[in-house]
């Protein structure tokens, strides 16, 4: 084959193996190879953010001869690089033929279309488009799988958070109060728009810690039992949690909660600026709740940013302001003191049905601030999408007591028919198969 045409084959190639180089193999029979080199960005758009950055992976990719040249490919749209390089030849795999990457396989045949329009075959196929069969014995979701199993490092968990808040927006943060909620949440996935939609972290939360032992929401639960649970969490899974402190305590208690956290492998810890008995956010001023003084809390903020060993465990500032009824400039004040003082990021609540409190928040804050993350808690304000959410600039969208609740539901329903029934039979319909809970657990089957 004339050794000048060009094959561009687009790669993420942060685990790589046999699989990528049968393809590039095949690919050098066609030409010279272009590799578009997926952004760590548009990796994180399709599925999980990438476990080495692009200049690791171009690293590897520079050192094999079959490669001629390196480009970045910044988006997984392949329309860019194929434009720009006119290429003889686009080579994938043919697993993307289903699934989620269906639609930039389409979209590459219609680019081809459009570069050799007297070739065209019919719409689905392109004699220009070169596809391997996939490697079923080893590839990347298989080799994933299995390092997860193995486990992951705290320092690897940990810093998974920041890496995830400078690749992609919104992150989808899901409540989990068992290893067994977290085995779910971490494996729940759909594959839409040709993107694989998950979520990308855990939430321990003090109301549904507590619920869960029949406590009331008032810091009733200690820290060690908390920690017992969110290990049992890490045991099972390798995505990061942001720990729920509530008022964080007294400032001493501060400093020895964020050391332990950051110990055990969380990633965030969000606080919030209240004093006295803690009382849920949600009954706003139908209870008595007290604001803390600015000055005292960024203290508290400033003393644990001190207490921390590296930097990659984060503190979250949670504003009450909103819930209390002091207004968005009493908002905007905190959240700027709370941001000197040394907060990582801010959280910003509301009790309101619809979102307009919270999204003329986030446009005057972003007007003065547009880096620092914030988090939302949808919880009241329930009908907004997380993408418009992440329009007006929120980061992190914290759905913050659902597993909990919703179980509740089903495990009431449950019962209620055993005893109506006499029997069990009506109420497997509601139940989750023993087989599928095996599956779900690693190392049962």
Known sequence: MNKKKIVYVAMAADLLHAGHINILKEASKFGSIVVGLLSDEAIAKMEEAPFLDYDQRKMVLENLNLIDSIVPQNTPSYRQNIEALHPDYVVHGDDWQSGYLRCYRQEVIELLYKLYPQEKVDLNTHPRLIEIPYSQEINVLGIKRALKNLGITTA???????????????LRILETHSALSALI??????????????FDGFWSSSLT??????????????LGVRLQGINEIFEVTHKPLIYDADTGGKVEHFVFTVRTLERLGV???VIEDKTGLKKNSLLG?????????????????????????????????????????????????RAFAYIGAGADGIMIHSRHKDAEEILSFMKAFRAKDSITPVIVV?????AILAKDLARAGVNIIIYANHMLRSSF??????AKSILEND??????????SVNEILSLIPGTI
């Open 285 to 333: 001023n139908e209870v008595e709740q007290t604001q803390e003084d600015i000055e005292v809390f960024c203290h508290k903020i400033s003393e644990g940013k001190k207490a921390r060993v590296g930097d990659e465990f984060m503190i979250f500032a949670r504003i009450e302001s909103l819930i209390l009824d002091k207004g968005q400039e009493d908002a905007l004040k």
């Open 267 to 269: 990633s965030a810890v």
């Open 185 to 198: 949440a971490q494996n729940t996935c759909i594959d839409i728009d040709g993107q694989r939609l998950e």
């Open 423 to 432: 029997r069990s039979l009506e109420a497997e319909s509601k139940c989750m």
């Open 156 to 170: 690897n968990r940990q810093g998974r958070l920041k890496k995830l808040l400078s690749l992609k927006s919104p």
């Open 409 to 414: 539901v089903a495990m009431s329903e449950v």
């Open 378 to 382: 949808p919880t009241s304000f329930n």
């Open 209 to 222: 810690d507590s619920t869960l032992r029949g406590k009331p929401d008032i810091e009733a639960v200690e």
